[in-house]
C-alpha cells in the first residue's frame, strides 16, 4: 500500500501523519521534541505506523464481516493490550539501560544493592502495568517518561528508604537512562508485539474467543501488508535540521492551512497557537494560503506561556483549562508579557482574588492577544478553525468563543479532537501531491 | 572596531560590481571632504536624504553631510547597536527612531565618521523635508548640541493625491525669502541662478540613467536587485552628489555595466556572486535592515528571490512617472522634487504606486518590511497591504525589522515568514497552472 507521510517538528511536540492512497488518515504519532529532532521525527513515524496498523485491523475487520457489532471494544482491547505490551517492553529496556550505569564511580560500592533496589523499583512498575492499561483507567499522558517517571519516583522513594539506600542515587539512574530509552524507535519487532497483544486479548476476553481463529487470521495477515513510505514532507520548526533536503519541506503556515481545509473545507480563517508561535492564516476555497500574520520578536500569549503560569502556581499544564472553566468573575490580567503575567499573579493571589479568576483571566489574555494577530492577517471569516496544542484546552476555547461573537458576530468555529495534527496532515497531503507530481524522494545517507 | 583577519577575509571574498567598487571610492573621498572641512575650511551643511536640495546646497559651496546615512553606516558597519544604547542611557526612548538614536549615540561616543575622524560641526541646519516630523525634532536635538543656524522649509504633504500651483507657489516663496537668503548669509556666497540651472541640467542626466537602470528589472531575468542592490544604485544620488559630474559618470558606468549584464541575461550580483535562477519576482515595500543587510538579502538570493521594485528606491524623490530636475524652472522643480518623496504620498498614491510595479514589473507579489521605530514608512501599512491583495490578487506578506537596532532583528522568524511566502506563491502558481 503506498503512504505518504507529513511531520511536523513542533516545538514542544513532534507529529506524523500517514496518508493513504485514498487520501484518508491512516495512523498518526506524536512524542516530545526533545532536542533531537531527528529522533523525534524517526519516533513519531513509528508511532504513526502503529496507529496505522490498528487502522488497517479495524478496516479489515469490518469489511471482513468478522466481530460484528464487537469491532470497537476489541479494537479498544487490542490497543491497550498493545500499549501495555509496549511499555513492558520499554520498561525492560530502561531496566538494562539503568544497569548499564552501575560501572564504576558513585556505585561502584552499592552495586549489588542498587541492582537489588532497581530490580524490585521495575517489579513494582511491572506489576501495576496491568492496571494503568485497563478500560477505563485514566493515564495522564501517554508517553513512556511521564507514565514510567511519575510511578518510578513513588517506588525508588519507598524502596530506597527499605534498603537504606540514598533516594537520589536511583532517581540519577533513571535521569541518566530516560532519553536513551525514549529516543529507541518501538520499531523492533512490531508484529511480535501487536501478536503478543493478540494473545493477552483473546486470552481475557471471552467475547472474541468464539471467532479467535478469524481475528487472528485478520491480524495475520494485515501485518504482512507492506506499507511503502512514497514520499515524506516534513515541517515545523525544527525542519531544517530534519535529515532530509529541500524538496522535502514545507512552511508550517502552509502546512496547518492546508490541514484545516482537509478537515473542514469551508474554513476561511486559521488560528493556531502552539508552543511558540501563534499563526492567523486567511486560506481560499482551496486551502491556498492567501495571507498570515504571526508573533513576532515575543512568544507571550503561545503555549509555553501557559506551561510557565502552570509551573508558577503549582499545577500540570492539563489542570489550567478546567480550573479556569470554574471561573465566573475573570480577573482583568493587562500583561501578555510572559514575565510580568507571571508577576501579575502573584499580586492577584497575595490580593485574595480566587485562582480560578486570575486563570480565566489569563486565559482571556491570550486570546486578545491571538485575536490582534488575526485581524492583521485580514480578521476572522466563517468558518474558522483553532488548531495547535491549546486548542484542546477548554478555557481558552470558551474565551476563543466569546472574543469572536463579540468582534465578529455568528461564525462557525470548528475545533477537531485531532486538531493537534493539523500541520502534520497538511504536510502529509503535500507529500502526496509532490509524490503525484512526479517527486521521488532522494536516498538518503 | 578594529578589523579582525576573519573580517578582513570576509570583507575580500564578497563579490562586488566595478561600479560598487567606484561608489566606494566615491563615498571615501566625501568622508575625506567633509572630515577635513576644519582645515580647508569648507563650510557644511547637515541635511537629509528625503528631498535634499544638493543642487541649491553646491550653489554656496557647502558640502552636505546626512545624518541618516552616517547612521545606515554605523548599521551596516556593526556600530549602531552600540550607538542606540548610548542615545538610551542619555535619556531616549526605546520607541525613538534609531536612526536619531544612533546619530546622538555617535556624537556621544565621539561623532567618528567612516574614516575614523571626527565629522565636522555644521554651519547650518537644512530640514527641507517635512513628511517625518521626526526629522524637526532631529536637528532641534542637532541645533541644541552644535548652536548653530537652522532653515527650514516646510513641504506639504500630498494629503489630496496631487501637486497644486499653490504648492509649488509656497514653497518658491520660502525658497526666495527665507532659504536663500540665509544660506547666502551663512556661506557668504551670492545666490547664482545660472549655476543652479547647470547643477540641475547635470542631475536630470544622471536621473535619466538610473531610471533606466531601474526599469531594466522588468526584463526576466531581471539583471539587477531592486531593493538589496537598489540601495547601492540610489547611493550617489541621493546623497552627497546629485548635480555632480561624478553623479553624471557614476550612473553612465552603472547604466553600462548593467545593460552588459542584460545583454548576456545575467541575474543580480550577490555578495555570494552571481543569483542563480529567477524564481520568485517581488516588489518591496519599506526600508531595509541594516545591521543584518547580507544575512537579509542571503534568505532571498538563496531561494531565487529577485526585487524587481521597491519603494525605498523613491524615498530621496520618484522619477519613475516622468519627474526630472528641470533648469528652465529652477526653484519650482526643487519645490516638486520635495513634494515628490515617497512618503510624501498619500496612502491611496503609495497603493497605486505599488499596485502599478506588480503590473509593470510582472511581480508574483508584494513584501513588506515594516520598521519597528519608523513611523512614515509604517502608518497605513497593513491597509496599503490589504488593499494591493485585493486589488492585484496577488500575495503579500508582512515581515518586521528595524533600521539599524540590532536587538529587533529576528533572523528565524523572518526567515520562517519568508520562506512560507515563497511557498504561497508557489502553491498560487500551481493552482492558477491546474485551473489553465
Redesign the interface.
Known sequence: MQTFVGIDLGSTTTKAVILDENREVLGRGITNSRSNYGTAARVAGEEAKVDGRFTLFRRALTEGGTLRGHVGDFMGALERAFRLEQFLEQLDDLERTCESQFKGGKFAALESQVRDALGEVCKRLRDEAPEMYAPGANRKSDFFRDIAGSRYHVHAEDVSRDAMLPYELLLNLYDKSIIEVENRPPSAGLSDKFLRALARVLAEDPTFGAEAEDVKATIESTLDLELEECYLIGTGYGRVTLPFSHEHI?????CHGLGAHMMYPNTRTVLDIGGQDTKGIQVDP?G???????N??CAAGCGRYLGYIADEMNMGLHELGPMAMKSDRPVRINSTCTVFAGAELRDRLALGEKREDILAGLHRAIILRAISIIS?S?GVTDEFTFTGGVAKNEAAVRELDKVVRENYGDVTININPDSIYTGALGASEFARRAYIGGARPEARA | MTTTPNSARAAKDVEKDASMRKQKAMMAAHYDRLTSAPETGEKVCDTFVPGNLNELIRCFDLVNNLPEVNAIQSGLRRLSGGYVMEAEKIGHSEDVCTYVKSDIGMMAKGNLAPNGKPFPVPDVLLLSYTGCFTFMKWFELLREQYKCETIMLHTPYMGDGKITPNMIEYMVKQLKDEVIPKLEKISGVKFDIDRLREYLKQSAKAEDDLVHVLQTAKNKPSPIDSYFGGIYYIGPIFGAFRGTDDAVDYYRFLREEVDQRLAEGKGPVTPDGDMGSERYRLVVEGPPNYTNFRQFWKMFYEEGAVVVASSYTKVGGVYDFGFRHDPDKPLETLAEYCLNVYTNRSLPMRIDMLLNYLDEYQADGLLINSIKSCNSFSAGQ?LM??EI?KRSGK????V?SDLVDPR?F?AA?IK??L??YF??IE??RA?SRAVA
Open positions: 514545507r512552511s508550517e503556515i502552509l482551496k491556498i494560503v492567501t495571507n498570515f500574520q504571526m513576532d520578536r492583521r485580514g | 497593513l497591504m490589504r491583495e500575495p503579500a506578506a508582512f518586521e529587533y529576528s522568524n520562517n515568514r520562506e512560507s511557498q504561497m502553491q498560487k493552482n
